[in-house]
T-cell receptor, first 113, second 111 residues
């Protein structure tokens, strides 16, 4: 049982480039989400999904796209990277009913130059 | 005003001390309250959760929620060097669709 996995672990992009951060979970959780973590800002929700085919915006969605075609996978796409998107990105999944135990992946460290 | 406020510290205590970590919040609709521990360069891991008000104990850890004051606490008894990490509080409404995190408190336990 691998839990939540993320790839890549590290990435450096130039301004304007696009990329996809991959996230997968093997716990059969319907709910998955993406956060970014910045110094002094804590974890902020980017997008979340309550099941395959259903996504919604979180607190800081601008500049990011998501889709959910399977229960297991929830990729995050940066369409045109900006230096303000330099951050550590965490994917998470949680149980469907309360108490909503949320499990995080190991993170992707992204630098945009 | 941020949804969740947490003193960033840093907090430094000797081994064996009792540690108190706190968060305040503004949204009275929050019903689920969680504490996560995050080691350097790792993902957060769930420590404890509480639903609505009250206390919950798990080994050396005790979580308290005071909804009337919009204040939650995590107590660590007999702190160990292995407890050195950043502790994040998090909260959610009944839907559990959006979690709001504090900025984290950095704790160092000195042997």
């Amino acid at each position: 049982n691998a839990g939540v996995t993320q790839t890549p672990k590290f990435q450096v992009l130039k301004t304007g480039q696009s990329m996809t951060l991959q996230c997968a979970q093997d716990m059969n959780h319907e709910y998955m989400s993406w956060y970014r973590q910045d110094p002094g800002m804590g974890l902020r929700l980017i997008h979340y999904s309550v099941g395959a085919g259903i996504t919604d915006q979180g607190e800081v969605p601008n500049g990011y796209n998501v889709s959910r075609s399977t229960t297991e996978d929830f990729p995050l796409r940066l369409l045109s990277a900006a230096p303000s998107q330099t951050s550590v990105y965490f994917c998470a999944s949680r149980t469907s009913a309360g108490p909503y135990e949320q499990y995080f992946g190991p993170g992707t460290r992204l630098t945009v130059t | 005003q941020k949804e969740v406020e947490q003193d960033p510290g840093p907090l430094s205590v000797p081994e064996g001390a009792i540690v108190s970590l706190n968060c305040t919040y503004s949204n009275s609709a929050f019903q689920y309250f969680m504490w996560y521990r995050q080691y350097s360069r790792k993902g957060p891991e769930l420590l404890m959760y509480t639903y609505s008000s009250g206390n919950k104990e798990d080994g050396r850890f005790t979580a308290q929620v005071d909804k009337s004051s919009k204040y939650i606490s995590l107590f660590i008894r007999d702190s160990q060097p292995s407890d050195s990490a950043t502790y994040l509080c998090a909260m959610s409404t009944n839907t559990g669709n959006q979690f709001y995190f504090g900025t984290g408190t950095s704790l160092t336990v000195i042997p």
